[in-house]
């Protein structure tokens, strides 16, 4: 039993350290942390996004991302459907959400959107990738698909070329596992800052820089700040640079492949004391937008 509180001690504070899955490239995958920017794309945006973390270190984080989102025609309202397969050691969470936006235009460039999520979470214990004394313990039987509901909602002020936003993505906290009473995964509550601005700096505009931001707050973790500065050439090439206060710094990489089509890949490299034990992060997008005559998307859109 004891050898079983460790590991899962280990994991909780990986849990409590991420919470939410994380992400290198947040500028485009915006829905999964604020639901009301669905639809703000002005186009069916589809995204599909595989993340990689830690190489090399044993029950590291591995998450699958899928979203659809898109603005209803000849309303105001934009929706938005996502999963997340998140895996860390021998847990795995599925979380399917959906997204309602509602958006007020305030100028003739600038709207504001206001957003709910409603989220159904699958937790699974994988016993069988554990090592514990007491094989008959009826605690750790049949800790398949435990199911749990939230809500959560957001903010977000946006133009063609700049953003801010506010959530909470999961306003309930939920003990995804507990032992004789004491919550050892615990989903705690996330409340979420993102801004970015595009700056032409040419005049042709073949050069576009856009600075963004990410801030990240739990409880019990310290804030979690995300700086990252990206370059786009022609409308077509994009790199960049980021960094994970007191975690990591990233590169990179974007291609427009059609005006439809666009692939990005991120490398994390660890500042902390990880970076013994693991040869980085790897995460790499596609994101595929259809029927964009909505007369609302200035293409291409850098976020």
């Given at each position: 039993m004891k050898k079983l509180i460790l590991v899962f001690m280990f994991f909780s504070i990986v849990s409590y350290a991420q919470q939410d899955a994380q992400y290198t490239q947040y500028m485009y995958n915006t829905i999964e942390v604020n639901p009301a920017y669905a639809g703000s794309r002005g186009a069916l945006s589809v995204f599909g996004l595989y993340r990689t973390q830690w190489i090399g270190l044993d029950g590291a984080p591995e998450t699958s991302t899928f979203s659809v989102n898109t603005p209803l025609k000849n309303s105001?309202?934009?929706?938005?459907?996502?999963?997340?397969?998140?895996?860390?050691?021998?847990?795995?969470?599925?979380?399917?959400?959906?997204?309602?936006?509602?958006?007020?235009?305030?100028?003739?460039?600038?709207?504001?959107?206001?957003?709910?999520?409603?989220?159904?979470?699958?937790?699974?214990?994988?016993?069988?990738?554990?090592?514990?004394?007491?094989?008959?313990?009826?605690?750790?039987?049949?800790?398949?698909?435990?199911?749990?509901?939230?809500?959560?909602?957001?903010?977000?002020?946006?133009?063609?070329?700049?953003?801010?936003?506010?959530?909470?993505?999961?306003?309930?906290?939920?003990?995804?596992?507990?032992?004789?009473?004491?919550?050892?995964?615990?989903?705690?509550?996330?409340?979420?800052?993102?801004?970015?601005?595009?700056?032409?700096?040419?005049?042709?505009?073949?050069?576009?820089?856009?600075?963004?931001?990410?801030?990240?707050?739990?409880?019990?973790?310290?804030?979690?700040?995300?700086?990252?500065?990206?370059?786009?050439?022609?409308?077509?090439?994009?790199?960049?640079?980021?960094?994970?206060?007191?975690?990591?710094?990233?590169?990179?990489?974007?291609?427009?492949?059609?005006?439809?089509?666009?692939?990005?890949?991120?490398?994390?490299?660890?500042?902390?004391?990880?970076?013994?034990?693991?040869?980085?992060?790897?995460?790499?997008?596609?994101?595929?937008?259809?029927?964009?005559?909505?007369?609302?998307?200035?293409?291409?859109?850098?976020?």
């Open positions: 105001d309202l934009g929706l938005g459907v996502s999963l997340v397969n998140d895996k860390i050691g021998p847990t795995v969470e599925n979380t399917l959400s959906a997204d309602l936006s509602y958006t007020i235009p305030t100028s003739e460039s600038w709207n504001l959107s206001f957003g709910i999520k409603g989220t159904a979470n699958l937790f699974n214990i994988d016993i069988n990738k554990l090592s514990y004394e007491d094989q008959d313990d009826p605690q750790f039987q049949n800790l398949k698909n435990k199911f749990s509901p939230n809500v959560g909602a957001g903010i977000y002020y946006h133009s063609d070329r700049a953003y801010i936003g506010l959530s909470v993505p999961n306003f309930i906290e939920t003990n995804r596992y507990d032992s004789e009473d004491v919550a050892i995964f615990k989903e705690k509550i996330n409340y979420y800052l993102i801004a970015g601005y595009v700056f032409n700096l040419d005049r042709l505009e073949y050069i576009k820089f856009k600075p963004a931001l990410m801030a990240k707050m739990v409880e019990g973790a310290p804030l979690q700040v995300d700086v990252s500065g990206n370059f786009m050439f022609n409308d077509k090439f994009v790199l960049g640079l980021a960094y994970r206060w007191s975690a990591s710094v990233s590169a990179m990489a974007g291609f427009q492949v059609t005006k439809g089509m666009y692939i990005g890949y991120g490398y994390d490299h660890e500042t902390t004391q990880l970076r013994k034990y693991n040869s980085g992060s790897h995460e790499i997008f596609l994101r595929f937008e259809f029927f964009n005559n909505f007369n609302k998307m200035i293409s291409p859109r850098f976020f």
